[in-house]
C-alpha cells in the first residue's frame, strides 16, 4: 500500500472508489430492470403529468358510506371502572343513553358504517377505467412526479384546509374518491380519505391499502403473464361543468385505456393473495353492537392510559403487543366473538394497522375498528378513573 | 500519530465499534431503499434540487448499492480507508441535500421510522415531527460525517503506521548500521 496522501496513494483511492461506483452501477441497472417495482427510466404513463379534461362527476347517486354528522355528545351510563375481566368472561355492554330525539330538520342519522372503507386495485381498476371515479395520489408532490398510476390528481395528504375544500368544490363531496399512497406500510391514504370524509363531508370515499406498489405489482405481473388486451374505443371526454374552475386542477390525465382495459375472462394465473382488512365503525354503531354479548371492546393504548380511564368492560391489548400476546388474548375467545379495536385519537393509523394485524391473526374474521378515538368519546360524566 | 490527534487517541479503541455500527447503518439504508425504489425517487425529487430528471433516477437505481457495497466491505474489513473515504463523500452530499432543504423550509417526511414502539404517537408528537425533519436528518448526516472522519483519519495513521515500519525511509539515516548498536544518548532519525 502505498504511504498515504502520496499521489500513487490518491490515484490507488480514487480507483478503487470508481471501482465500487461502477460495480453498484452494473448491479442496479440489473436489478432495477429485473424488478417489476423498479424506477422506469423512460418516461411512462405514471411520470406523465399531463393537464386533460376533467372527469365528470357522477351522475347516478353513489351507494353507501354516509357520513353520519358529529352526533352531540350522548353521555354513556358507564359503569364503575372494574378491574379487568378475566379473559373467560365476556364484558357487559354499558348502558346506552340514547341520544335527542330527531326532529323534523334533523335526520336521523343512517344506520350506515361512518369513515372511509379499504379497497384493492382490483375493485379499483374497471371503475377508473369507466371514469367513475376519483383516483387520488396521497404521496408529496415529488413521489407523485417519480410514478403515479395514470389518471390519479396529486393531492398530498399535507395539503390545507383551503387545497381540500377546492378538491371539494371541484368535484363534490358524493363524488366516489378512491385515495391511494405508496404501499401497505403507507398510512397517508388512510389519513386524506378519512380527513376528507369527516372534515369536508365526503360520502364516498376508499382508500387503496396496496398503495403505487400493488399498482406496480399487479401491472408487471400482468404484462408477463397476459396478453396485451384489445384497446377498447376511448370514449370522448365529457365537457367540464360550467361551475367548475379548468385552473384549480392541472394534474388530471385522461386515462388511456389501452394501458389498463383487462378482458375479464382472461385470469391472472398467479393472483395475488387478496388484502385483509378490518371494518371500520363508529362509536354509535359499536353501541348497537354491544348489545350482543358476543362483542369484546378492545383498548389497544398504552396500559397506563388503561389503567387511568377505559370504557367498562374494554380489554387491554396495547398496541406494541407482540405476535405471542395477540395469540395468547385470542385464544380463550370464541370464534364466533367479534372484536371491535380502539384507540386514543381519531383517525389513527395505529388502530387500522393494529385491528389489520388481530385480524390476520383470527384468519380474517371479527375485528372491526372504531374510526373515532377514546378522546372522542370520553366527554361523558359518567366515566370514571379506574379504581 | 501527529500530536494534534493525541486527543481522541483515548477513543481509538472503539474504532471497531463505530465502523460496525457505520457498516450496518449502510445496509440498513440500502435495504429501506431497494425494498421501494419509487418511493426513494420520490424523496429524490422532493429535496427539489434541480438537477434533470433522468440523473436524480440514475441516483436512485445507483446510490443504494453503492450503500450496500461500502457496508459490505466495511465490515469486511476490505479497502477500508476507500470505502470511508467513498462513504464520507457520500454524507456530505447528503448534508448538502438536507441542509439545503432545511434552509428552504421544505416540508419533508419520510416517514421512515415507526415511532410507536417508543410510545410517542405520529400524528400528535412534536418529537416524533422533529425526528422526521429534514433539520434532524441534516443534524444526523453531519454528525454521521464527523465519525466517517475520524474514522478514516485512524485509518490512514494506521496505514502510515504500518508504511513507516517497512519503508526504506524508516531506516535511521546515522552511520551506525545497527539501531540496536547507536549509542544510548543518540536516537535514529526518522522522516516524518
Known amino acids: 500500500m502505498p504511504q498515504p496522501h502520496s499521489p500513487n496513494w490518491i490515484t490507488l483511492v480514487i480507483s478503487r472508489a470508481a471501482a465500487v461506483v461502477a460495480l453498484s452501477a452494473v448491479l442496479g441497472f440489473a436489478f432495477n430492470s429485473s424488478n417489476p417495482v423498479g424506477i422506469r427510466l423512460q418516461d411512462t404513463p405514471e411520470t406523465q403529468n399531463k393537464p386533460a379534461a376533467l372527469a365528470k362527476p357522477p351522475t347516478a347517486p353513489p351507494p353507501t358510506l354516509a357520513v353520519t354528522p358529529t352526533p352531540t355528545p350522548a353521555p354513556l351510563a358507564i359503569p364503575p371502572i372494574a378491574p379487568q375481566p378475566s379473559a373467560s368472561t365476556l364484558p357487559t355492554a354499558p348502558a346506552v343513553t340514547p341520544g335527542p330525539a330527531p326532529t323534523a330538520s334533523t335526520p336521523p342519522p343512517p344506520a350506515t358504517v361512518t369513515g372511509p372503507s379499504p379497497t384493492t386495485w382490483a375493485a379499483v381498476k374497471p371503475k377508473l377505467d369507466a371514469e367513475k371515479l376519483i383516483l387520488v395520489d396521497a404521496r408529496a408532490k415529488g413521489a407523485y412526479d417519480s410514478g403515479h398510476i395514470p389518471g390519479a390528481i396529486s393531492l398530498p395528504e399535507s395539503s390545507s384546509p383551503e387545497d381540500l375544500a377546492k378538491f371539494k368544490a371541484q368535484f363534490g363531496a358524493d363524488a366516489h374518491v378512491v385515495v391511494y399512497c405508496s404501499s401497505t406500510s403507507c398510512s397517508l391514504s388512510f389519513k386524506l380519505a378519512y380527513k376528507l370524509a369527516k372534515d369536508h363531508g365526503f360520502t364516498n370515499i376508499q382508500y387503496m391499502t396496496g398503495g403505487y406498489m400493488e399498482y406496480q405489482r399487479e401491472m408487471g405481473l400482468n404484462a408477463n403473464t397476459i396478453p396485451t388486451p384489445t384497446p377498447a374505443p376511448s370514449p370522448a371526454a365529457p365537457p367540464p361543468p360550467s361551475n367548475l374552475q379548468p385552473s384549480v386542477v392541472t394534474s388530471v390525465k385522461v386515462q388511456t385505456p389501452s394501458q389498463s382495459v383487462v378482458p375479464p375472462s382472461i385470469a391472472n394465473p398467479n393472483p395475488l393473495p387478496p388484502t385483509i382488512n378490518p371494518q371500520p365503525t363508529s362509536w354509535a354503531k359499536v353501541d348497537e353492537l354491544l348489545s350482543n354479548p358476543k362483542t369484546v371492546l378492545v383498548d389497544i393504548r398504552p396500559p397506563d392510559d388503561y389503567r387511568t380511564s377505559h370504557f367498562a368492560g374494554a380489554l387491554s391489548l396495547p398496541a406494541t403487543a407482540s405476535a405471542e400476546r395477540i395469540a395468547e388474548f385470542i385464544k380463550p375467545h370464541a370464534p364466533d366473538v367479534t372484536f371491535v379495536v380502539y384507540g386514543d385519537f381519531s383517525g389513527s393509523a395505529k388502530t387500522f394497522q393494529f385491528a389489520r394485524q388481530l385480524l390476520q391473526a383470527r384468519n380474517g374474521s371479527g375485528v372491526r375498528f372504531v374510526v373515532d378515538g377514546y378522546n372522542d368519546r370520553k366527554a361523558s360524566p359518567a366515566s370514571t378513573p379506574s379504581k | ?192
Not at chain 2, 477513543?11 to 431497494?34: G, T
Request: aromatic letters at 10%.
Open chain 2, 1 to 192: 500519530m501527529s500530536s494534534h490527534a493525541l486527543p481522541l487517541s483515548r477513543w481509538r479503541s472503539s474504532e471497531p465499534v463505530l465502523r460496525c455500527f457505520i457498516a450496518l447503518l449502510l445496509l440498513w439504508a440500502a435495504v429501506s431503499k431497494l425494498s421501494n425504489p419509487t418511493e426513494f425517487l420520490g424523496s429524490i425529487y422532493a429535496y427539489e434540487l434541480g438537477l434533470p430528471k433522468t440523473v436524480l433516477k440514475i441516483t436512485a437505481i445507483v446510490l443504494p448499492w453503492v450503500e450496500l457495497l461500502c457496508g459490505l466491505t466495511l465490515l469486511a474489513k476490505v479497502w477500508t480507508e476507500t470505502t470511508l473515504a467513498t462513504s464520507l463523500a457520500l454524507f456530505s452530499v447528503f448534508v448538502l441535500a438536507t441542509g439545503q432543504a432545511w434552509a428552504r423550509g421544505l416540508k419533508i417526511s419520510c416517514g421512515c421510522f415507526d415511532f410507536g414502539i417508543l410510545g410517542l404517537d405520529k400524528d400528535h408528537s412534536p418529537v416524533v415531527k422533529f425526528l422526521e425533519s429534514p433539520g434532524f436528518a441534516f443534524i444526523r448526516n453531519l454528525v454521521l460525517c464527523a465519525v466517517l472522519y475520524q474514522l478514516l483519519r485512524w485509518a490512514l495513521s494506521s496505514c502510515a503506521g504500518q508504511n513507516s515500519s517497512t519503508t526504506p525511509d524508516s531506516i535511521p539515516t546515522s552511520p551506525v548500521s545497527s539501531p540496536r548498536s547507536s549509542s544510548p544518548n543518540r536516537k535514529p532519525t526518522r522522516r516524518k
